[in-house]
């Protein structure tokens, strides 16, 4: 039997309420008994875990304030698969360390709430927001796996992490534990005794989501987590992750730039653009009416809708977050701006339930229904 036991003040979701704990809180019995019951997904990815509103993330610089998040609102859902995608230098990592409180200097939030599971993560201290880390939301990132800490054995580098959240285990169970993490993200129990440069790149990256999981957090960001990797290797270890994910009933944020990868593990999707969400719906959807004239640019970049296809960059350059454009921030680069889309900031309104986009051209005859077809005419005319 397996006992885990975290550090007091740990928030208490199942209560939203901050209270000392010290207290049986995990068995490796439990595991297997989803926090979520089994049945069908839709149902359980109904109530929001992760709601993200007016986000603002500066970097400040000697030219000013970069505006890296500018206004970002998004909730996540119980168990959801959720993918971020937006061209580079759009903001997509900082909204993910901004979730984690980990934005350092230069960079700063400036503005905006984070609740996870009711609770405003921008309103505790230090201390309660590092007993969060692993325990209710962790990260896994692209380079994550040149960061394991290459003079110390798999073994103790999943134990660390452990006792730095307050787990008090037996060595036999701290064994048991790794043991099965480890084969949770397909890896062998021997793999606990080798160091990190025994490993590939691909059984690096599934050491740390086993890293990540190890406390069974209820979100797991994972920014770029296999764009290091080969694409059959990208394709085991996003495997690996939906494995865990639906085993522990997590939330996940997906973020990159891979709309094949995208389509086959997201559940709904968020497109950023200068820092900003420009629309948001279920990817099936997303993929074959997007709204926003920037996913449409994006999609109709794609060679098929079912194919692999990394994200192409659309015409011209994505603006300064230093000097953003009045307006739309897609105006420069929209093959369809009005007089209006200079002057006026769009907001997200709904297209119909459960999908956002913001142009003003919403507002106007719904002009923004073209086909892929249509639409990569209307780029290259
Ligand atoms: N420490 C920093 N100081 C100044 N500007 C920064 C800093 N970190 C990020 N930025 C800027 O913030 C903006 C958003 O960066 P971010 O890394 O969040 O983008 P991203 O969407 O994750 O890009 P990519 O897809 O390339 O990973 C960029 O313009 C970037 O130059
Ligand atoms: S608001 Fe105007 S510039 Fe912005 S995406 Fe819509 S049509 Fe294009
Ligand atoms: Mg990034």
Avoid at 234 to 243: C, E, G
Wanted: glycine share 8%; with cysteine.
């Amino acid at each position: 039997m397996l006992n885990c036991t975290k550090a007091p003040f740990l928030v208490n979701f199942s209560h939203l309420l901050i209270v000392p704990v010290n207290r049986q809180i995990c068995r490796s019995q439990d595991w297997d008994r989803a926090q979520y019951p089994t049945g069908d997904r839709r149902l359980k990815v109904m109530s929001p875990l992760l709601e993200v509103q007016d986000l603002h993330v500066y970097y400040q610089t000697a030219r000013g304030p970069v505006k890296a998040v500018n206004g970002v609102s998004f909730e996540v859902r119980v168990g959801e698969r959720y993918g971020l995608i937006g061209e580079s230098g759009s903001g997509k990592s900082t909204i993910a360390l901004a979730i984690l409180r980990l934005i350092k200097p230069p960079g700063q939030i400036v503005s905006g709430r984070i609740l996870l599971d009711g609770v405003d993560l921008l309103g505790l201290s230090e201390e309660e927001m590092r007993q969060q880390r692993l325990a209710s939301v962790a990260l896994v990132t692209q380079g994550a796996m040149n960061s394991l800490n290459p003079v110390i054995r798999i073994r103790d580098l999943i134990a660390d992490g452990l006792s730095n959240h307050g787990v008090r285990m037996s060595a036999r169970e701290i064994q048991t534990h790794i043991a099965d993490l480890l084969a949770r993200v397909g890896l062998r129990s021997e793999v606990a005794g080798m160091y990190p440069h025994e490993l590939s790149g691909g059984m690096k990256q599934r050491v740390c989501i086993a890293i990540a999981i190890s406390l069974r957090p209820r979100l797991i960001i994972a920014d770029e987590p296999t764009s290091a990797l080969d694409v059959v290797v990208q394709r085991q270890v996003m495997q690996t992750l939906r494995k865990v994910q639906e085993e522990l009933g997590a939330a996940v944020i997906l973020i990159g730039h891979d709309m094949g990868l995208m389509a086959q593990f997201a559940d709904r999707m968020g497109v950023v653009y200068a820092g900003r969400q420009v629309e948001e719906g279920g990817v099936e959807e997303l993929f074959a009416q997007p709204k926003h004239p920037y996913s449409q640019l994006l999609m109709a970049s794609l060679p098929t809708l079912e194919e692999k296809g990394v994200f192409q960059e659309a015409q011209g350059a994505p603006p300064s977050m230093l000097d953003l454009p009045t307006g739309c921030v897609f105006h420069p680069r929209c093959p369809y701006v009005m007089e209006r889309c200079t002057l006026e900031e769009p907001q997200l309104q709904m297209v119909w339930s459960g999908h956002r986009a913001a142009c003003h051209l919403l507002d106007g005859d719904r002009s923004l229904d073209r086909s892929v077809a249509q639409i990569q005419e209307d780029i290259s005319s």
